[in-house]
């Protein structure tokens, strides 16, 4: 994996919101769910908002593009292009033990987790690229080189994606398939977390959904209340001791960015706090898989200038964004994105891994 020079903590002091692309039109829509973990342009807006408010930095020069104004802050980048490239959210988790969890590579498959309880024991096997067992038996598929699960061990394998993996369970996993524990907070037991067991997890591990309902505002600033407009927002509040992993491509702080201090992050002016921390090592190794800690942007894996495109993938369903531009007063293009834990079958040479892969 290419280097990630920081690490950012960031810890919510309440609930976050982050809103999909979902229309919110009276009448029609009054309900919205919240897009967790966020995407990378909305870290990244987080991020470079409380660059440019610690530098003191005024908005207007820095969207009117006049680089020699902050020419030290390089890695503020354009208002288009940042100056460096984030990856993740993953997640920490301070229990007994500190333990960091990643997305579950999606060549991972294991029995379905819906039935699973807390502890019991989940038995995952990695996939493997058989073209040259296909091409022996004359086979033919819609896709050039399937997969496939060596002897599995039980029937309905379903693939993890969309799961979280702690690292001790990135290193039994990838030997060749392993036990890992289901882990799941029950609200009527004390969960007490050990990083030397190998640990599977969905999303609600690491935190719950809350139910908001409030009014809307007239769109005139007056902050006025608009006449008949109720929504309803679900919302995330992560656990105690939970706190999200961001990794930079560059090292921002504390040139241009304090080493801790808070920023928003989200909709509804949610504050985090945050810190930089350089006590996060994932394992590197040389394998003919990588895996992608957050979202990738579909054009850099489809692309034309992309090393990646032509090989074996495995991946969950793509995210699609959307939005509107307050500058332009017009509907942002969607963007589609490859979620976390998409898994890309490299080969045996791995020397030009991308930034924000890991190598299982």
């Not at 960031?10 to 919101?17: A, H, I, N, R, S």
């Not at 294991?110 to 996939?127: E, T």
């Not at 810190?275 to 800690?293: G, M, T």
């Given at each position: 994996?290419?280097?990630i ?7 919510p002091?309440?609930?976050l ?5 979902e ?12 897009v ?6 909305t870290?990244?807006g987080?991020?470079?908002n409380?660059?440019l408010?610690?530098?003191?930095i ?11 104004k ?21 997640f920490?988790?301070?229990e007994s ?7 579950a ?21 990695p996939?493997q690229?058989?073209a040259?067992?296909?091409k ?6 819609s896709?050039p080189?399937?997969l496939?699960v060596h ?9 993890l ?17 392993g036990?890992l524990?289901?882990?799941r907070?029950?609200?009527d037991?004390?969960?007490v977390?050990d990083?030397?067991?190998?640990t ?20 005139n600033?007056s902050?006025?209340?608009k006449k ?10 992560m656990?105690?001791?939970t ?13 241009s960015?304090?080493?801790e ?24 190794k ?7 800690l957050?979202?990738?942007?579909a ?10 495109a ?6 969950g369903?793509m995210?699609?964004t959307a939005?509107?531009?307050m500058?332009t ?11 976390p ?9 791995t020397?030009?891994?991308f930034f ?5």
């Amino acid at each position: 994996m290419k280097k990630i020079e920081q690490w950012i903590r960031m810890t919510p002091v309440d609930t976050l919101f982050f809103k999909g692309s979902e229309p919110m039109v009276a009448g029609q829509n009054h309900e919205a769910a919240s897009v967790f973990p966020p995407m990378p342009e909305t870290l990244m807006g987080a991020i470079r908002n409380a660059m440019l408010g610690q530098r003191r930095i005024p908005l207007k020069d820095f969207l009117s593009g006049d680089q020699g104004k902050y020419a030290e802050h390089s890695c503020l980048g354009t208002p288009a292009q940042p100056g460096f490239e984030i990856t993740g959210p993953i997640f920490e988790v301070m229990e007994s033990t500190r333990d960091v969890f990643v997305p579950a590579p999606a060549h991972w498959f294991a029995g379905s987790l819906k039935k699973v309880g807390a502890g019991d024991r989940v038995q995952a096997s990695p996939a493997q690229v058989c073209a040259s067992q296909f091409k022996s038996l004359g086979l033919k598929g819609s896709v050039p080189q399937p997969l496939w699960v060596h002897k599995p061990r039980q029937e309905g394998l379903k693939s993890l994606s969309g799961a979280w993996i702690n690292l001790r369970a990135l290193e039994t996993v990838s030997r060749g398939g392993g036990e890992l524990c289901f882990a799941r907070r029950d609200p009527d037991k004390l969960y007490v977390h050990d990083s030397s067991i190998p640990t599977v997890a969905q999303a609600g591990f690491f935190h719950t959904s809350e139910i908001r309902t409030g009014i809307a505002l007239e769109p005139n600033r007056s902050r006025r209340v608009k006449k008949g407009y109720l929504y309803t927002f679900t919302q995330v509040r992560m656990h105690p001791r939970t706190s999200l992993l961001i990794g930079l491509s560059r090292a921002i702080a504390p040139k241009s960015l304090d080493n801790e201090g808070l920023m928003q992050l989200g909709g509804e002016q949610r504050i985090v706090k945050y810190e930089v921390v350089a006590d996060i090592d994932l394992p590197r190794k040389n394998s003919e898989w990588i895996f992608s800690l957050g979202p990738v942007r579909a054009e850099s894996i489809q692309g034309q200038a992309s090393d990646l495109a032509d090989f074996p993938r495995a991946s969950g369903p793509m995210i699609r964004t959307a939005g509107w531009d307050m500058k332009t007063n017009f509907h942002k293009p969607v963007s589609s994105f490859f979620p976390p834990g998409t898994a890309i079958h490299i080969g045996p040479d791995t020397a030009n891994t991308f930034f924000g892969f890991l190598s299982t």
